[in-house]
């Protein structure tokens, strides 16, 4: 089992800046693949960001490449998203997800969630 806790989420206004955390424990962190997903109100969940399990190879969404970035540090067993020049359109719930399959963008193929941290981009 991993257990995954989201923080950072808030209030921010359009051109902002929010870093979201994600800490895991208990099987090995550095094993896993590591996600971000975010939903919006009334909506499916849809894939944001993934990292391998080394750090090495990173995966985006297009609505969001070039101004979110997916890092991890295996030693602290935690991923973040740095989010830039946000947009009222990322307003969502952003979860963190573990899957041992690689970068997948389906929901599907992820194994381990987070209960979610909200994020709201004012206009």
């Known amino acids: 089992q991993v257990q995954l806790v989201e923080s950072g989420g808030g209030l921010v206004q359009a051109g902002g800046s929010l870093r979201l955390s994600c800490a895991a424990s208990?099987?090995?962190?550095?094993?896993?693949?590591m996600g971000w997903f975010r939903q919006f109100p009334g909506k499916e969940r849809d894939f944001v960001a993934a990292?391998?399990?080394?750090?090495?190879?990173?995966y985006y969404a297009d609505s969001v490449k070039g101004r979110f970035t997916i890092s991890r540090d295996n030693a602290k067993n935690t991923v973040y998203l740095q989010m830039n020049s946000l947009k009222p359109e990322d307003t969502a719930v952003y979860y963190c997800?573990?899957?041992?399959?690689?970068?997948?963008?389906?929901?599907?193929?992820?194994?381990?969630w987070g209960q979610g941290t909200q994020v709201t981009v004012s206009s």
């Open positions: 997800a573990a899957t041992l399959t690689g970068l997948a963008r389906l929901v599907s193929d992820w194994d381990y």
């Open positions: 208990g099987r090995t962190f550095s094993s896993y693949a």
């Open positions: 990292i391998t399990w080394s750090g090495g190879n990173t």
